[in-house]
């Protein structure tokens, strides 16, 4: 059965750093382009990042308010697609979460075209003093 977990949010001050993790299970996530988005109550969800599939050339992007400080990397061999945030901000705090598209161009394609199918259930980043 397909499993997508995201897990590595929790609590950290202004300027620390957080790994987040996206694991799948029931698929090969190599052949889907991948993204993270973020949403906080009352606020529109935003995406921030995407890997591309394998066909789609493995091309990352991340939107321009994380750029230096966020990460988005791909480990196939376990399956699982990384957000290494550092420097963080208040204003990041909100719940993250991983989607995946079965798509085999560039994954922002995908991002922005409302064709993220498989969501997970998110992990909580709070970033405050």
């Known amino acids: 059965q397909l499993q997508f977990v995201e897990s590595g949010g929790g609590l950290v001050q202004p300027g620390g750093s957080l790994n987040l993790s996206c694991a799948a299970s029931g698929f090969q996530m190599e052949h889907y382009a991948i993204g993270w988005f973020r949403q906080t109550p009352g606020k529109e969800r935003e995406a921030i990042s995407c890997?591309?599939?394998?066909?789609?050339?493995?091309?990352?992007y991340l939107i321009e308010t994380v750029k230096g400080r966020f990460t988005i990397s791909r480990d196939n061999a376990k399956n699982t697609v990384y957000l290494q945030m550092n420097s963080l901000k208040p204003e990041d705090t909100a719940t993250y979460y991983c989607?995946?598209?079965?798509?085999?161009?560039?994954?922002?394609?995908?991002?922005?075209?409302?064709?993220?199918?498989?969501w997970g259930k998110g992990t909580l980043v709070t970033v405050s003093s």
């Open positions: 989607a995946a598209e079965y798509y085999p161009g560039n994954c922002q394609g995908s991002l922005y075209s409302g064709m993220m199918r498989y």
């Open positions: 890997i591309s599939s394998r066909d789609g050339g493995g091309s990352v």
